[in-house]
């Protein structure tokens, strides 16, 4: 029984926290996990990316891929997902971010790809077929910050260099009201492979 208004606050913190951390003790697991991975996002995770990998679905290449490696946990409703990137990038598209999916022909992913010898800000939108947008930069930040909304039928994505000042780069649709997963992705379409780190990967409920 909560016997002053002192405890009852507390107990209503607790739910609180409780609620907004549920997403964060999800499992996790590797849809084509890496050969070199150790860690966990939440803290650290690191991992090589393997080359011959990729997500894309057919416009202007004309070809399928969905081989990268993915980690990621299932959740439903409104989210919000953030993480830091730090990627050894070295060969044009490598890339590593932040992925929500349901599906081979439905899903985002977002963070950075090494495109002319420059770290953009990148943005893949998947319905069926895949388009692309960047940010291009004229320098190569050291690490990149991530948030990923869900909300609606829609998907927010922002971005920083510092973890402080946030710029959108991205609104766009997303299927309402079903089960998705969120997790950290990479890939290296190439001949080379590269090394990911991933930090402070959190994935917090937002309320209705």
């Known amino acids: 029984m909560i016997t002053s208004k002192k405890s009852y606050f507390i107990y209503l913190l607790i739910l609180l926290m409780s609620s907004s951390c ?86 985002i992913k977002t963070g950075i790809e090494y495109v002319d010898g420059l770290q953009n800000v990148s943005a893949v939108v998947t319905r069926e077929v895949s388009d692309w947008s960047i940010v291009p930069r ?25 973890n402080k000042k946030y710029d959108m780069l991205r609104l766009a649709y997303f299927p309402a009201d079903v089960k998705v997963q969120i997790g950290v992705v990479a890939a290296a379409p190439g001949e080379k492979s590269f090394a990911v780190v991933i930090e402070d990967f959190k994935v917090s409920i937002i309320k209705d």
Request: aromatic content about 18%; proline content about 5%.
């Open 138 to 162: 004229q320098d190569s930040p050291e690490s990149v910050w991530l948030k990923l909304l869900r909300k609606g039928d829609y998907v927010e994505i922002k971005y920083s260099f510092d």
């Open 22 to 107: 549920i997403a964060q003790t999800q499992i996790m697991k590797w849809y084509n996990e890496p050969s070199k991975w150790s860690g966990h996002p939440a803290e650290k995770l690191t991992f090589t990316v393997d080359p011959h990998t990729d997500y894309w679905q057919v416009t202007h290449y004309g070809f399928k891929r969905d081989n990268g490696p993915y980690y990621f946990q299932e959740i439903s409703g409104n989210f919000e997902a953030s993480v830091k990137i730090t990627g050894s990038y070295n060969e044009l598209f490598h890339q590593a971010g932040l992925m929500i999916r349901m599906d081979e022909k439905n899903w």
